[in-house]
């Protein structure tokens, strides 16, 4: 069953959370960009999740690597509603 899109931040964990934040902050990330969670891997692990839940998209760049993005519905409202979790 699908969820519906403005329930799909509804369980997210604290890191999931914290990962969403900062990408809609700074737009996009890669391997490379200048911030992760933890490790690289993680960063990774936890935007595959919120892909999944289509609160982000990914964008091939070359040699394997993904480039992540936020989605229309990672909007400020949304962040909004998470901090008042």
């Known amino acids: ?14 890191v ?4 969403l934040e900062a990408l809609e902050r700074s737009g996009s990330w890669h391997c490379t960009c200048g911030w992760v969670w933890d490790t690289p891997g ?8 919120l892909v999944k839940r289509r609160l982000a998209r990914t964008a091939a760049v070359g040699n394997g690597k993904l480039i ?3 989605t229309k519905l990672t909007s400020s409202k949304l962040l ?6």
């Open 80 to 85: 909004e509603k998470l901090h008042n979790i």
């Open 16 to 19: 999931q959370r914290e990962v």
């Open 42 to 49: 993680r960063t990774q692990r936890v935007l595959d999740q």
């Open 68 to 70: 992540y993005y936020p």
């Open 1 to 14: 069953m699908k969820v519906p899109a403005d329930r799909r931040h509804l369980n997210l964990g604290h």
